[in-house]
């Protein structure tokens, strides 16, 4: 299996644009994932296939990729956006592998 | 509106077994592909392993097999996840995940509430 590797820490301001990176040798030719978890809460779901956005989650939340890295980006953070995020990608025998997870942090 | 609810904490001794449960509702267990993630207090995310619907068959990650056993009653829309040997470094909540559709592909859209289990002498 590969490593997806995200930055420990993002702080952004309310209102400003935060972005995630999640770098992985495997993302070129695998989808990936993104998932906001609070604290005692499970994990939900904000994009996934890259760039698609579930039913509920709002437009704020987007993803992109390019070469070996995709990138959440989170456009007008609010203070609710404050959370830890995870990217998870899969290869092609079915194995999952997750990030080791990103602390946003809205000043 | 489907719904994956887990059974509740436990405590367990180091070389113990547990086994955890998750409940479908509001879809069937075939139409799901029910994974099992666990996470260490204060730690990332962890995949276990899971059902593919591809080849039928349940994969393991590699650091739990031998270990891990993932079954799943249809008959009570119940999945199951049983880790054994228990060491204190498997405390953690583990939560079971699921794909609903083939839309999401490889993501989990479902998640239950994640049952917290500590191995403890």
């Known amino acids: 299996s590969y490593e997806l590797t995200q930055p420990p820490s993002v702080s952004v301001s309310p209102g400003q644009t935060a972005r995630i990176t999640c770098s992985g040798d495997?993302?070129?030719?695998?989808?990936a994932y993104w998932y906001q978890q609070k604290p005692g809460q499970a994990p939900v779901l904000v994009i996934y296939?890259?760039?698609e956005r579930p039913s509920g989650i709002p437009e704020r939340f987007s993803g992109s990729s390019s070469g070996t890295t995709v990138t959440l980006t989170i456009s007008g953070v609010q203070a609710e956006d404050e959370a830890d995020y995870y990217c998870?990608?899969?290869?092609?025998?079915?194995?999952?592998?997750f990030g080791g997870g990103t602390k946003l942090t809205v000043l | 509106q489907v719904q994956l609810v887990q059974s509740g904490a436990e405590v367990k001794k180091p070389g113990a077994s547990v086994k955890v449960s998750c409940k479908v509702s509001?879809?069937?267990?075939?139409?799901?592909?029910m994974h099992w993630v666990r996470q260490a207090p204060g730690k990332g995310l962890e995949w276990m392993g899971g059902f593919d619907p591809e080849d039928g068959e349940t994969i393991y990650a590699q650091k739990f097999q031998g270990r891990v056993t993932m079954t799943e009653d249809t008959s009570t829309d119940t999945a199951y996840m049983e880790l054994s040997s228990l060491r204190s470094e498997d405390t953690a909540v583990y939560y079971c995940a699921a794909r609903s559709s083939i839309t999401v592909k490889d993501a989990f859209d479902i998640w239950g509430q994640g049952t917290m289990v500590t191995v403890s002498s």
């Open positions: 509001g879809y069937t267990l075939t139409e799901l592909s």
């Open positions: 495997a993302l070129p030719k695998q989808y």
């Open positions: 296939k890259d760039s």
């Open positions: 998870q990608s899969a290869d092609s025998s079915g194995t999952v592998v």
